[in-house]
Nanobody, 116 residues
Framework: QVQLVESGGGLVQPGGSLRLSCAPS????????MGWYRQAPGKEREVVAF???????NYADSVKGRFTISKDNTKNTMYLQMNSLKPEDTAVYYC??????????WGQGTQVTVSS
């Protein structure tokens, strides 16, 4: 099992930046894949980006070139740097940890609101 603690959401103007953090309760290097998902009101949860244990990354087309996923093994934390934010990025953002046969775990979610 793993618990995930997220932080860093908030209100930002269009074009602004935010950085989300996710700290797992176990060694981050032991987690196969970690990712960020988001869910806007009335919409299904969608993947934003993910990063594998060895650092391979992938992004949704809607955020490529604007968002960067990374992790710091020494701080045992995963990040999502979000730049050039748009109103359509407004959503609750969730951290995810995929542990293979041990299951799939979610953070509590953090609200990101992009509005002037």
């Amino acid at each position: 099992q793993v618990q995930l603690v997220e932080s860093g959401g908030g209100l930002v103007q269009p074009g602004g930046s935010l950085r989300l953090s996710c700290a797992p309760s176990r060694n981050i290097f032991s987690i196969n894949v970690m990712g960020w998902y988001r869910q806007a009101p009335g919409k299904e949860r969608e993947v934003v980006a993910f990063i594998t244990r060895i650092g391979v990354t992938n992004y949704a087309d809607s955020v490529k070139g604007r968002f960067t996923i990374s992790k710091d093994n020494t701080k045992n934390t995963m990040y999502l740097q979000m730049n050039s934010l748009k109103p359509e990025d407004t959503a609750v953002y969730y951290c995810n940890a995929a542990l293979g046969i041990e299951g799939n775990y979610w953070g509590q979610g953090t609200q990101v609101t992009v509005s002037s």
